[in-house]
């Protein structure tokens, strides 16, 4: 009998499941646990450690010990959420020959895909040890909200691991699957899927003859555990070093210790009212002396410096069901996925949001691999009925004159699907038009991803605007995306089959982009932005010029400079939001912007 596993290829911790005899069963590993660490290690003597082995030297040995690389896979090198692990990752990341990211450990580096392929191998092994059999198959889950580089690297690694990844299945859609086996329900129900490094929300309908359905879907890929562990490492960092005016971030050593200290706290916290950290010997002072880290933390104080994190995955649920047109009472249940809904804080928010208690039946760290198994047993059982209908998880669209995309299936569509849309030229005489095939929710193309490019020519010379041409986007049940543009008068056509972009460089894309631009059709964009543009430039204004007044008052004060220091921060980052020309990132700027004014003025007006 040949078993398809699941794998809950997660951040923090991975899981392996199977189907046996009907009963999904998650594996335990050799030391018994049933999560497994997704993190790897290389040794002095070059010998590979995985999981928990790995994590257990990962102080002595941060240097080449690598953990969240979920947080990296289907990244280039320039991207934000590369720059932003850069700046916190005990271990060494390096370009890769592709704009990738390779990551240096010992004598060699080593693409992120082959990372993720050791801890797929582990979960292999374990499933292998388990059930006394070589395993081939596997089911691996993804966030809803990976992009198709994303699921093609993940795919990789599961190649490069030996597996035959026979489907990629996004784990909130697991999760409900593992909620639903066996019980014949007709509900909508939501998941909410807070793990180590990424946010979920799903909205889900499932009916009794098996068919499971995403009405919608969106999330966070930098929004987790992680960031709450942050939080208090900033807490003690900054503690310490007004009481001992030491920083203890140029302290490699010092900042792994925090990092574990950190999220033991608030693990302890899920459960007691107050945790201690203690921490001796964190660091010798500028005399030689040593000094020990020690402070205690109330949950209420937790709550406090996390409560607008939470707030971020409230605003995100909100928006979710706004776009899906889904009223929070037609909601049936909800199902919470990762370790992160142990959090009191968390917990209470979802339950407040949704105004029930969420579903108590499933296990957080469990479910999706189970999910995944559920699935991978449907996949090849004769007979199985089970449906899974998932949706697109961002926008597909093309690009137009001006730089802004045009988006033709829009985020959390039903796949399959196929739409079309007419566009005209752009310019008089224009014989030929670049199709630019984007996926992404920004409006201007340069933010979102290229997934490939065609060009149809042969248009007959004409006045701007008076030549039509179809374009057609088409999504199979694998998600794969094909694009046919067609001549409406000569009936003239060219098409292409959209493969994930892994193998493009950003420089090719930069200049696909800016080449794309010339030939595109029309419309007119950017109107967004620039109106964000004046708001922010004006705002960062306003916040210079109580600089003067501000470090009047409090500029003496640790906090004083403190606030001084951050609101530089702020500017900074305003700033840089302008020069990427990313109105997302200038709608957060505008907002910490706002914040800061009114601490400011606060303090001013105080004296
Ligand atoms: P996952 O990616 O689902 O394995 O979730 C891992 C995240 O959950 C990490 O950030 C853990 O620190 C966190 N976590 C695990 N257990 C708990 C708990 N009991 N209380 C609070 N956070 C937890």
Known sequence: ????????????????????????????????????????????????????????????????TVYAAKRLIGRKWNSEPIKQVLKSASFKLVEGPHQDVRIELRDRSYAVPEISAM?????????????????????????????????QATKDAGMIAGLEVIRIINEPTAAALAYGFGRRLDKQVAVYDLGGGTFDISVLEMSSDGVFKVISTA????????????????????????????????????????????????????QQRETEVNLPFIITSG????????????????????????????????????????????????????????????????????????????HPDEVVALGAAIQGAALVEQGNKMILLDVTPHTLGVMVAGGATEPLIPQNTTVPTARTRTFTTSRD????????????????????????????????RAPAGSIEIDVTFDINADGIVSVRAKDLETGRDQSITVAATSGLTKDEIRSMVEEGKRFAVDRKAGEEFEAKRQEVEGLIHEVEKMFVPVEKVVGSSDFG??????????????????????????????DALSRTLRVFKGVVART
């Open 429 to 460: 005489n224009q014989t030929a038009v670049k199709i630019l095939v984007m996926q992404g929710e920004h409006e201007r193309g340069a933010d979102n991803e290229l997934l490939g490019e065609f060009i149809l020519d042969g248009l007959r």
């Open 119 to 151: 801890v797929l191998s582990e979960m292999k092994a374990i499933a292998e040890e388990y059930l006394g059999q070589e395993v081939h198959k596997a089911v691996i889950t993804v966030p809803a909200y990976f992009n198709d580089n994303q699921r």
């Open 287 to 362: 005399r030689n002396e040593a000094l020990h880290l020690q402070r205690v933390l109330t949950r209420a104080e937790f709550e406090q410096l996390t409560g607008d994190l939470v707030q971020r995955t409230v605003d995100i649920m909100d928006q979710t069901l706004d776009d899906a047109g889904i009223g929070r009472d037609e909601i049936e249940d909800v199902v919470l996925v990762g370790g992160m809904t142990r959090v009191p804080s968390i917990e209470r928010a979802v339950a407040q949001f949704f105004g029930r208690e969420p579903s108590k039946g499933v």
């Open 219 to 270: 999330g966070d890929t930098f929004l987790g555990g992680e960031d709450w562990d942050t939080r208090i490492i900033d807490w003690l960092v900054d503690g310490f070093k007004s009481e001992h005016g030491v920083d203890l971030r140029g302290d490699r050593m010092a900042l792994q210790r925090l990092k574990d200290a950190a999220e033991k706290a608030k693990i302890e916290l899920s």
């Open 561 to 590: 400079r403190d606030a001084l220091e951050r609101a530089r921060g702020v500017i900074e980052r305003a700033r840089q939001a302008v020069s990427k020309k990313d109105v997302m990132l200038l709608k957060e700027q505008s």
């Open 1 to 64: 009998m040949e078993y398809v596993i699941g794998i809950d290829l997660g951040t923090t911790n991975s899981c392996v499941a199977v189907v046996q005899n009907g009963v999904p069963t998650v594996l335990p590993n050799r030391q018994g646990y049933k999560t497994t660490p997704s993190m790897i290690a290389m040794t002095e003597t070059k010998k590979r450690l995985v999981g928990h082995l790995a994590k257990r030297q990962s102080i002595t040995n941060a240097e080449f």
